[in-house]
């Protein structure tokens, strides 16, 4: 059974940097597509950005250009990294893993960009 694990979530100022990470375990992590979503409070679940060795890398318009999202296959990890935050990049953060019709969540993230 496939697990996932945040990490890296916090409380950042308007304009500063962060990086989320996600472990991967039980599976092999080199065919999964690997993604992450964002969830603000009373929002829907959104699409943040993707990362897969078919389609490449694919950023939600809000985050293009300020988000770059990569994989480190030897250590089952995919990162997420955050710059030029803005208070409306507020959310709970999420990895998906996603492999032959399934989805497999981790259990998030929280990121608060605030002065």
């Known amino acids: 059974q496939l697990q996932l694990v945040e990490s890296g979530g916090g409380l950042v100022q308007p304009g500063g940097s962060l990086n989320l990470s996600c472990l991967v375990s039980?599976?092999?992590?080199?065919?999964?597509?690997m993604s992450w979503y964002r969830q603000a409070p009373g929002q829907q679940l959104e699409f943040v950005a993707l990362?897969?060795?078919?389609?490449?890398?694919i950023y939600a318009d809000s985050v293009k250009g300020r988000f770059t999202i990569s994989r480190d296959n030897p250590r089952n990890l995919v990162h997420l990294q955050m710059s030029k935050l803005k208070p409306e990049d507020t959310a709970v953060y999420s990895c998906?893993?996603?492999?032959?019709?399934?989805?497999?969540w981790g259990q998030g993230t929280q990121v608060t960009v605030s002065s």
């Open positions: 998906k893993a996603y492999k032959d019709g399934d989805d497999y």
């Open positions: 039980g599976d092999d992590f080199t065919i999964l597509v």
């Open positions: 990362v897969d060795q078919y389609y490449g890398t």
